[in-house]
């Protein structure tokens, strides 16, 4: 007999959740062939048939956690002298129920008998996490993907309504007496509809795949604007008008060359970050009809000036849906202005496959500390900026941040970068 252990599979795991089985008691298996797969706390496990054999017996059932060392499948070898004297055995556990616990033998051969129903669903530890996540059997899940396999995709089309939601089947089917209950009975309201089609809809299926697939952290920063407002003002009486954003995006790009973590983008197929040399900046834009992001190309080879100047025409051909193709394509790091909307805080979601989001916020008159630590009134704007988590840490965000803030309240460093 071969004993089909839980070993650790090279990450320090120290136990695992059984998912489901690839087969059952009494099946032929070949060396190699996937017997189980095991979730652990990073990853979604096959283990494999270490000789080919007779599956004996399962001793774990899915859904049950259990410590690395444990035997889960035990396997006759082909060959051995008792595969040779007899028939495979189709273990009884049922039966094993009822000597051990009196009475729920039912339960115990109904476990075994739906095992056989389980199917193999060829899908990646994310998805399964997404499914789990969301409650969403993947085994009812029929996969748009290569040989059925289940994708992001037809997770979210299901979170969306566009496919049948296995969840809403699961909930029928075990609670039918709570749903029929008045207890719960829906209201009977007046309602109105708008569509949900359009670039409403593009906005929810890129937010949606935005926020299940980056792990997102976001930073908060504050910095204090008054030199700068001074210096914008002192520039208008001169004949001189610039936005505080065009500012902003100047200094921005800057950062980004010290830091170039953030001006990148994650290549999971290849493995690899890919550091953009180009700076591409989105500009995160309001319009009636939604969220839409043109991005101002090659900024770093811009002035302010003619950062202002573009920006407010890409704006202005957002607002009046005049933008085209090449005016949403290739940005490589996004920025929001909602500050003069009123806002003062948010968590941004990230502009996928780019790295990282910086929200800037409303800019408030507020008591300050001054360098000789005097009481001051001062023009404080604070800002979020969320990042992409499996590609650049907290401590990194932190740095790029201050290094911005630094150009913010202080304009003269931004003249020094120039010379």
């Known amino acids: 007999m071969i004993e089909v252990k839980l070993h ?18 009494g099946d032929t298996v070949k060396m190699d062939q996937p017997l189980v797969e095991v979730q652990t706390d990073k990853v979604a496990a096959e283990l494999s048939a270490p000789k080919a054999g007779i599956v004996k017996e399962i001793l774990a059932e899915p859904g049950e956690t259990v410590k690395v060392g444990t035997t889960l499948v035990i396997i006759e070898e082909e060959g051995s002298n008792s595969l040779q004297s007899k028939k495979p055995v189709q273990i009884d556990r049922g039966k094993e129920k009822v000597l051990e616990t009196g009475g729920k033998a039912q339960v115990a051969t109904v476990a075994m008998e739906d095992r056989t129903h389980l199917r193999r669903v060829l899908a990646s530890p994310y998805t399964r996490k997404i499914a789990r996540e969301n409650e969403i059997n993947i085994e009812e899940v029929v996969g748009t993907g290569p040989n059925g396999r289940v994708l992001d995709q037809d997770l979210y089309a299901i979170l969306e309504g566009t496919k049948q939601p296995s969840r809403q089947k699961k909930t029928e089917k075990l609670m039918p007496e709570l749903r029929s209950s008045s207890y719960f009975s829906e209201p009977k309201v007046e ?32 910095a204090e604007l008054t030199s700068l407002i001074d210096l914008k003002n002192l520039s208008k009486k001169d004949g001189v008008s610039f936005s505080l ?18 001006n990148s983008t994650l290549d999971e197929k290849n493995e690899v970050i890919r550091l953009h040399d180009d700076y591409h900046i989105g500009l995160a834009t309001n319009t009636p009809d939604g969220l ?29 849906n005049e933008l085209k193709g090449e005016d949403l394509r290739g940005g490589t790091f996004t920025i929001s202005n909602v500050g003069p ?42 800002m979020s900026m969320s990042f992409d988590h499996r590609i650049a840490d907290g ?7 201050n290094r911005w803030v630094e150009m913010l309240e202080d304009p003269k460093r931004l003249i020094m970068e120039l010379v």
């Open 245 to 262: 954003s065009a500012y902003f995006i100047k200094t921005l790009v800057i950062a980004l060359k010290e830091h170039p973590i953030f």
């Open 341 to 382: 909307l009123g806002s003062t805080g948010a968590t941004p979601i990230i502009n996928a496959p780019q790295t990282a989001l910086l929200a800037i916020h409303k800019t408030k008159r507020r008591p300050v500390v001054t360098k000789d630590d005097q009481i001051a009134i001062g023009e404080v704007m604070t």
């Open 191 to 222: 309602v109105r509809t708008i569509p949900f089609i359009g670039r409403r809809k593009q906005i929810a299926v890129k937010m949606t795949e935005s926020v299940y697939t980056i792990p997102h952290v976001t930073h908060f920063e504050e």
């Open 292 to 320: 839409i992001v043109p991005v101002l190309k090659h900024a770093d080879q811009k002035s302010i000036l003619q950062i202002d100047e573009e920006m407010k025409k890409l704006t202005r051909r957002a607002q009046n």
């Open 8 to 25: 650790d599979i090279g990450e320090g795991m120290s136990e695992g959740e059984i998912l489901h089985y690839f087969i059952k008691v």
């Open 395 to 401: 401590a990194q965000a932190v740095a790029f941040t």
